[in-house]
């Protein structure tokens, strides 16, 4: 069941879900409120709720807004595209063959079919930075499952709106988002091993903090700096 209602100048969505707690989200780009609440739970509740976390809200809508933004891409010669937290030139190179992708110095080098349509290249680059994302983080949870002491099971690349990484705790698979790619190894390696923890605990609670206390002590600026770089026209924050 979906309903809404108003809160000052936001439209709060509320879903009521066969769950056991209420959760608050904040999503990008404009700050948009959302609570999956239990079903049992009326809506004045839920409002009050809402109400108590008003401040939270704000503070979060703020982050948002002020976080800085990429231009959207248009996929040309000379356009600037991030590699593991570096910036490259974008330099098109259009032959009859087969598409593909090469980094070269300060240049992401991208082979295409003359003609080639925007969504297109899109769709080329993209599936590269899948392939080198997969790689890392293979290296990573191979790194650190041992560590943890826990086993992945399968690891998946997607595009994501609100979330850096989540976990399927039952098939004790890891998803990332593609756009992680872009960013520094430590804040990589940071979302993996806060996914691979949740197959320790599945709540972000003093327990879960503990443990990335005790594994990865330096989380919290990594996950600071991680959140404070620039991010695509399509929005999301960890």
């Given at each position: ?141 191979e790194k650190w499952e041992p560590i943890i002491d826990v086993n992945v099971s399968d690891i998946g690349i997607k595009k ?79």
């Amino acid at each position: 069941m979906v309903t809404s209602f108003q809160l000052g100048e936001n439209n709060v969505e509320v879903v009521l879900k066969d769950i056991k707690n209420i959760h608050l989200s904040v999503y990008p780009p404009n700050g948009r409120v959302r609570i999956a609440a239990p079903i049992r739970m009326d809506l004045e509740t839920i409002k009050l709720y809402t109400i108590s976390k008003l401040s939270w809200i704000k503070q979060q809508q703020k982050k948002i807004l002020s976080q800085p933004r990429e231009a959207k891409r248009e996929y040309i010669t000379q356009e600037s595209h991030y590699y593991l937290g570096k910036r490259y030139l974008l330099k098109i190179i259009e032959e009859e063959a087969k598409p593909k992708v090469i980094l070269k110095h300060k240049h992401i080098i991208l082979h295409i079919r003359p003609n080639t349509d925007t969504e297109k290249r899109k769709d080329i680059l993209d599936d590269w930075y899948r392939e080198c994302l997969r790689n890392e983080v293979i290296k990573l949870v191979e790194k650190w499952e041992p560590i943890i002491d826990v086993n992945v099971s399968d690891i998946g690349i997607k595009k994501m709106k609100t979330k850096w990484g989540t976990c399927n705790i039952e098939a004790k698979r890891i998803w990332l988002n593609l756009e992680l790619m872009k960013k520094p190894i430590n804040c990589i390696e940071y979302i993996v091993v806060h996914e691979m923890i949740h197959l320790l605990e599945r709540n972000h609670n003093q327990r879960f903090i503990a443990f990335m206390n005790n594994f990865l002590p330096f989380w919290k600026e990594l996950k600071k700096e991680l959140n404070q770089l620039p991010v695509s026209h399509i929005d999301w924050e960890y």
